[in-house]
């Protein structure tokens, strides 16, 4: 989830255009196109294990269309986007691709489910969005804690638990899941009240749904509280969804960076997960065709 407002996304959008110039855009352009051309194969680096389901942010992409993530996607492999929403899930559909993790239904990150101002609001719509999941054929839907703005951590409980519970009978209907996502406060979302692994889970215990998960953003918890492998071994059943990113600076995951994502995604994988991992780090290379290079190398690191 994620760090992905609106002027996040602007900003990265246009310091990728300025800093690469369009001659390197077209370069994976038409990287991407040689690929569909070549009938979508995967890359030289071998076919994925399939013991993790990959996926990657729509965001950290945005450069590309869609339509040319989605040609990227299949060369490398795998066959899922995080972060679309309905206004583009034909396109997905088109390619084979997989909503894994549906969002749209949030105004923004900061006004969430812990603040009861917002409920109203919410609930709407929420109520449409998970409607247009489950017509859709997916499953999971996104959505935000929000921010403290003066509450204690116990009152933005008893907010989100009262809000939750408007939304997760149809939910539960459905057959939708809704994952809050886990950011950090001290780096990337000042006053977000999500912001650890123990309010997420308490919240969970609370509603006591099936179809209410948490999305557990290792970039984001390594930095508010570490102790990620221990964290996802004991508390797993609470976790729908994973994010990745290197720690510092949310760049690539490979070792220039202090996570060790293959024993991480060795956890994962013992406490019999099945969904999915996504890939949610910003590209730090010197060219867009370098940059799909380190979506490639990041999901084959991340393939135990």
């Known amino acids: 989830m994620a760090q992905h407002p609106i002027s996040r996304r602007c900003l990265l959008r246009n310091t990728l255009t300025s800093s690469l110039g369009l001659a390197a855009l077209g370069a994976l352009k038409a990287q991407a196109s040689d690929a569909q051309n070549a009938g979508n194969s995967v890359s030289d680096s071998g076919a994925l294990k399939g013991n993790i389901h990959h996926s990657v942010a729509r965001w950290t992409f945005e450069d590309l269309s869609l339509e040319e ?38 105004p923004n990150l900061e006004d969430g489910w812990g603040d009861r101002q917002f409920h109203s609001a919410l609930t709407d719509s929420y109520h449409k969005h998970i409607d247009l999941v489950k017509e859709a054929g997916y499953k999971n839907l996104i959505c935000f804690s929000g921010n403290a703005r003066g509450m204690t951590p116990e009152d933005g409980l008893k907010n989100a638990e009262q809000g939750l519970k408007r939304i997760l009978g149809q939910a539960e209907q459905k057959g939708v899941i809704l994952h809050m996502e886990l950011f950090n406060s001290k780096v990337n979302h000042p006053d977000y009240l999500c912001d650890n692994s123990a309010w997420g889970i308490e919240l969970c215990k609370r509603l006591d749904s099936p179809n209410f998960k948490l999305l557990y953003d290792i970039y984001h918890m390594q930095i508010s509280e570490g102790d990620i492998i221990r964290t996802i071994r004991d508390n797993h059943q609470y976790f729908g969804h994973y994010h990745t990113a290197g720690v510092p600076g949310r760049h690539e995951i490979d070792d220039s960076q202090e996570l060790n994502y293959p024993a991480i995604m060795k956890a994962i994988l013992a406490t019999g997960f099945t969904g999915y991992v996504a890939q949610e780090f910003i590209p730090d290379r010197n060219s867009m065709e370098n940059k799909a290079r380190s979506l490639e190398a990041a999901i084959h690191i991340c393939d135990i």
Do not use: Y
């Open 69 to 106: 993530l989605c040609t990227l996607v299949r060369r490398i492999g795998f066959s899922a986007i995080d972060l679309v929403g309905p206004s583009e899930w034909q396109i997905l559909k088109r390619h084979g691709i997989d909503s894994s993790m549906c969002n749209g239904a949030e």
